[in-house]
């Protein structure tokens, strides 16, 4: 999609404009906050002479990193909080200290010292692959920050914000983004990142304007004003008056277009799409049950696993899910199992080191064999549900074949669960999708990783952002495919990845068949807004048209001239 951008104007030093990838919507502007990258140990220092008193400064500093990240794990969101809990014993490690005390009986000047025993500490780690490999950059975080507290320099990452500000990074690692809300971040830019990413779900989460993939996002001088549009991906580098004010002309055309957005989600002429919430927490749920959105089409439980030396008990998950049963009321609740795996790593259940990760043991495969660990999961739905009656329906993540189907909808059954589906996030599930509805209740596209699988391009890469489209028409086709199998058998097909978000996008997969759309509960009112705006034959036009594009932007384009003009105000 084009933007009408100003060409730059005389007496704006500075001034430029960058593209990007828009993923989260929205205008922001303000000053920009640079994420400061680490500055590494000190080259020119000093060898160590009294390494006893070289080590309790070391230990002073750890013990300062470890103090700060404990405080921030205090204010952190439920979802990050583990993660810095877990950096925090990192910097508690006496084994750590150890290798220091080595580094600094050897001569060896602090700093480097600190680095030098990191550096060993990650070779072991990444030796032992798994879940021990995945924190080699949790405890690089924890190097950086003690070098830097020797150093005297402020430690690196998101800073502490003195004025709500845009803040500008390469990525964004979940350590920096925990403490963020969108009191204090206007906006955020970054150089890498996709739309799958990490910064992406939570800037969609935290409802904060985002633009990814943005090339010279490093460049941008700290304290420059920017201003962003999240809908469209352009970045604005010492914005002139001009642009401003056209900036906070589409923020109000915005408000104004999703100011009618309420109650039901449905096309003009009335076809219904059940519009919902993706979820991670109980937490979560009890703030998007408050929100105007018809349940939640993921819960993704994992949240409750990670970052634990054992699995949550019975009792605390029958607690947990209860809880999130009783938010919503008789609101539907989707329930994934455990997806571990690839990027999420459990400790309690290492199946050792993989290859390749994201094709390895994951989802519903590492339930299949680490059953106890589904069985225990599935008794406490089943108990929650009892307790709640509410409109529960459980679904495995990661299934490829019938067979896998077939077990897991056997062992929900059993429990006494009223309906049982299956994620579609791998193509075989796509092109089966007719014989896997036959086994089980409902499907559930997650596109993030269907776009992963059916491209071959790893969703955590952001330069493969254009293969990850979400319009690419290969995508589309698996997409059309299984709602085929929808229409054969008479059951439901949903979208929960992050395309379902996407008020155009959105358009697309109900024309293809698609009865509901699950996204980060900021997003639900213009996804809302824009079905009322189109007839379901506009719908159905705009996927074929899709479908049968050459390429992704092509796709994007035919269904943009199809629209309704006031759409492009909710993008
Ligand atoms: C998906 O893959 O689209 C999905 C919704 O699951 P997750 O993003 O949690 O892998
Ligand atoms: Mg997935």
Redesign the pocket.
């Known amino acids: 999609m084009t933007v009408p951008s100003s060409p730059q104007p005389a007496g704006a030093p500075g001034h430029e404009i960058l593209h990007g990838i828009g993923v989260s919507a929205g205008t922001a502007s303000g000053p920009a906050v640079q994420v400061r990258p680490a500055p590494g140990p000190d080259t020119s220092e000093p060898p160590t002479t009294d390494a006893q008193e070289a080590s309790a400064r070391v230990r002073e500093a750890l013990d300062a990193v470890a103090t700060s990240l404990t405080e921030r794990a205090g204010r952190a969101s439920e979802h990050a909080r583990p993660i810095l809990e877990a950096t925090a014993m990192m910097a508690k490690d006496p084994g750590l200290a150890s290798g220091i005390d080595t580094q600094l009986k050897n001569g060896v000047g602090v700093t480097q010292a600190v680095h030098q025993a990191v550096e060993e500490y990650c070779v072991m780690f990444a030796s032992l692959g798994g879940y021990m490999a995945e924190r080699v950059t949790d405890l690089r975080d924890v190097g950086d920050r003690t070098i830097c507290r020797l150093r005297g320099v402020p430690e690196p990452g998101v800073p502490e914000l003195a004025e709500p500000s845009v803040l500008v990074a390469h990525d964004l690692a979940p350590a920096e983004t925990a403490t963020l809300t969108s009191q204090t971040v206007r906006g955020i830019v970054t150089a890498a990142g996709g739309p ?1 990413s990490h910064t992406a ?1 939570l800037a969609a989460q935290l409802g904060i304007p985002a633009v990814v993939q943005v090339k010279g996002a490093m460049l941008i001088d700290a304290g420059t004003e920017i201003a962003l549009d999240g809908g469209v991906g352009e970045v604005i580098v010492a914005p002139t008056k001009e642009e401003k004010e056209q900036l906070a002309e589409r923020s109000r055309r915005r408000r104004a277009a999703l100011a009618g957005s309420s109650g039901e989600g449905a096309t003009r002429d009335g076809k219904k799409v059940a519009l919902l919430a ?1 979820i991670g927490t109980a937490d979560d749920a009890v703030s998007a049950a408050a929100q105007d959105l018809e349940g939640s089409g ?1 819960f ?1 439980t994992e949240f409750l696993f990670l970052e634990r030396d054992q699995a949550p008990s019975l009792e605390e998950q029958t607690a947990t899910y209860t809880r999130v049963f009783e938010a919503f009321g008789d609101r539907r609740v989707v329930v ?1 199992t455990l ?1 571990a795996g690839a990027d999420k790593p459990l400790t309690f259940a290492d199946l050792g080191e993989e290859e390749n990760p994201a094709l390895g043991r994951r989802g519903l495969r590492l339930g299949m064999i680490r059953e106890d660990l589904l069985d225990t999961q599935i008794e406490a739905l089943g108990a929650a549900y009892r307790a709640t009656g509410g409109d529960v329906r459980v679904m495995a ?1 990661m299934v490829a074949t019938l067979d896998e189907a077939e077990y897991f909808a056997e062992k929900v059954r059993a429990a006494g669960l009223p309906k049982v589906g299956v ?1 579609v ?1 791998i193509p075989a599930a796509a092109l089966r999708a007719e014989q896997m509805l036959s086994i089980v209740d409902f499907a559930s ?6 776009s ?1 699988y059916t491209m071959a391009a790893d969703r955590m890469q952001g330069e493969l952002a254009p293969l990850l489209d979400p319009w690419q028409p290969a995508l589309l086709q698996l997409v059309r495919l299984t709602c085929e199998g929808g229409r054969a058998t008479g059951k439901p097909v949903g979208v ?3 395309a379902g978000g996407d008020p155009l996008l959105a358009l697309v997969l109900v024309g293809l068949g698609v009865s509901s759309l699950s996204m980060a509960p900021g997003r639900v009112s213009a996804v809302r807004a824009a079905l009322r705006l189109h007839d379901y034959s506009t719908c159905q036009q705009m996927a074929a048209y899709a479908v049968n594009a050459q390429t992704s932007v092509a796709a994007k384009e035919a269904v943009l001239a199809l629209a309704h003009p006031n759409l492009i105000d909710l993008l």
Do not use: V
Request: proline share 5%; glycine share 10%.
């Open positions: 799958t779900i993706n993921l993704r994934r997806d993540p994620m996030e596209i997650g596109t993030n990783d269907l992963q929960c990845g992050e």
